[in-house]
């Protein structure tokens, strides 16, 4: 079945050069093009559409105002902003209804690449809980401006390790932040690290990566706090998990690929509870009473409470990003990854194993009995013999961390 893509622009050679560009689309998608809110309005009443694509700036009514309307009257419609504003995190702090930017000029294999991505994201959006907690969100937070930057130079073909040291440089609380993790036991080097340059050739620059979107993402939510709730807890445990996930990846020989995608999944794979925290307070602290009182985890009181996760709501907004297959699925997943199609060992087994030794210190002597842990998952990959190693490899880490 075709999606319904809407594009909404007060230009009419920008619309017509959409209109040619996106031609060979046709097959696969219903294309509408309107030429200011009100129309698009229209539109949406008189047809479902999957996903809107507007400008910012329209005589009338603005984009931002489009989207609000669209939020409310349309919330499962996927919302993107094209847009020739300069100022990307001044546009994302004024539209809190978007979902997704894109920068004016845009090409057309992005934008075909990020409505695809949209579309493909929506279809796995089929639970009607998950679809309203996502709709609701007022704050959803934007893809770091450091982070895009840093993803920029190292695509470009003309990006080198020297500009990505000095783009990181220029900010010192990240610089700080990075020196802090680079000189702690979670990675173990062998010597002091006092510089960004040093720090990315030790720890390389896909780790750098990671960390410079976990920390700019948590950033986002400084005044995120509930009784029972730390952040910095949080922190601690999403290091551990990415560093624990990389660790069990290298010991399965994955490629350099897998165990970069490994590590920052197991970063990222809690990020969805920021999100869920700072939208729906009342609700998580519902959520917190229910783990307090029943000892269910706290995966199966969201479900209980919102009748969703924050695993499905981080793996949304990952997503939405842009980050690769691979590590949006192991964020949906980590909690049940009996619901994924995929039979090998993946990102998803590193995290999934990774999660469940991070919250319950691998380095004690019980083997068996491993809380949140599907061996039955396991089993079907023929991969519950290699917990034992696992969890050895894990407890190592723990054990360097905790010396003194």
Known sequence: MKKSILFVDDEPKVLEALQRSLRPMRREWDMTFADGGAKALEVLAAKPVDVIVTDMRMPGMDGCRLLAEVRTRHPRVVRIILSGHSDRETILKSVGPAHQYLPKPCDTETLKTTIARACALRALLTDESLVQVVSRVESLPSLPSLYSEVVRELESPYGSIQKVEQIISRDLGMTAKILHMANSAFFGLPQHVSSPARAVRLLGLETVKALVLTVQIFSQFPEARLPGFSIEDLWHH????????????????????????????????????????????????????????????????????????????????MGLWGLPDSIVEAIAYHHCPQDCLGRSFSSLTAVHAANAFAAHAPRREEMEGIPHLRMDYLEALQLAHRVPRWREICGELTREEDAP
Do not use: C
């Open 238 to 317: 999403s290091m551990t998990t990415g560093v624990f996930a990389k660790k069990i990846a290298k010991e399965e020989k994955q490629d350099p690929h897998a165990l970069d995608d490994s590590f920052m999944a197991g970063l990222l794979h809690d990020i969805g509870k920021l999100v869920v925290l700072a939208n729906f307070p009342d609700r998580y602290g519902e959520i917190l009473h229910r783990v307090r009182e029943t000892g269910a985890s706290m995966w199966e009181s969201e479900q209980a409470v919102l009748g969703t996760t924050h695993a499905q709501v981080g793996a949304y907004l």
